[in-house]
T-cell receptor
Framework: EDKVVQSPLSLVVHEGDTVTLNCSYE??????LLWYKQEKKAPTFLFML????IEKKSGRLSSILDKKELSSILNITATQTGDSAIYLCAVRIQGAQKLVFGQGTRLTINP | DAMVIQNPRYQVTQFGKPVTLSCSQT?????MYWYQQKSSQAPKLLFHYYDKDFNNEADTPDNFQSRRPNTSFCFLDIRSPGLGDAAMYLC?????????FGPGTRLTVL
């Protein structure tokens, strides 16, 4: 069964800290890995990582795909209270239209 | 510019009273999805359409049905809502690997 596991499930840090969120996957035929941010509404797309694009960066956020370890990390530097959200990792499988989601990491940034 | 639109944003229904949720898209994507998301859980895929081809997840209850009359619109019908169906319902579209989500409809069942 295809599976995506995120850790930690919950994380509380102070504003200005750097955080690293983890996502590991066991799927039959990997195609791509996606990160989403979800506040009190629908998930918004952050990054997509594939075999040909294993590192992405946007401002204070960056993500790396490790195909050997079947995992990805999402880094957020100089965190702000607006970064508080649930971060979802999802994997797309070759030949399938659907995403397999992890449980999410709830990140709380305290001022 | 709204790309995936869901109506209504909030829906209250009574136990057993049918309800229809609506999703439309301006992206001309060929795949549309319906997810159910309960508090503190990841979105759970109910079904998706690839063009007109309907794909039901094995564990989606029969109580949930869907219609896609054209590329732009997709509907989720809940025939007899139970208290356990109270959740956020998310519509998403995809033209490639990325999925774009609508704002969701929060369903309350009284």
């Amino acid at each position: 069964e295809d599976k995506v596991v995120q850790s930690p499930l919950s994380l509380v840090v102070h504003e200005g800290d750097t955080v690293t969120l983890n996502c590991s996957y066991e799927v039959t035929n990997f195609r791509s890995l996606l990160w989403y941010k979800q506040e009190k509404k629908a998930p918004t797309f952050l990054f997509m990582l594939t075999s040909s694009g294993i590192e992405k960066k946007s401002g204070r956020l960056s993500s790396i795909l490790d195909k050997k370890e079947l995992s990805s990390i999402l880094n957020i530097t100089a965190t702000q209270t607006g970064d508080s959200a649930i971060y979802l990792c999802a994997v797309r499988i070759q030949g399938a239209q659907k995403l397999v989601f992890g449980q999410g990491t709830r990140l709380t940034i305290n001022p | 510019d709204a790309m995936v639109i869901q109506n209504p944003r909030y829906q209250v229904t009574q136990f057993g009273k049918p309800v229809t949720l609506s999703c439309s898209q301006t992206l001309n994507h060929n795949v549309m999805y319906w997810y159910q998301q309960k508090s503190s859980q990841a979105p759970k895929l109910l079904f998706h359409y690839y063009d007109k081809d309907f794909n039901n997840e094995a564990d989606t209850p029969d109580n949930f049905q869907s219609r896609r009359p054209n590329t732009s619109f997709c509907f989720l019908d809940i025939r007899s809502p139970g208290l356990g169906d109270a959740a956020m319902y998310l519509c998403a579209t995809s033209g490639s690997d990325e999925q774009f989500f609508g704002p969701g409809t929060r369903l309350t069942v009284l």
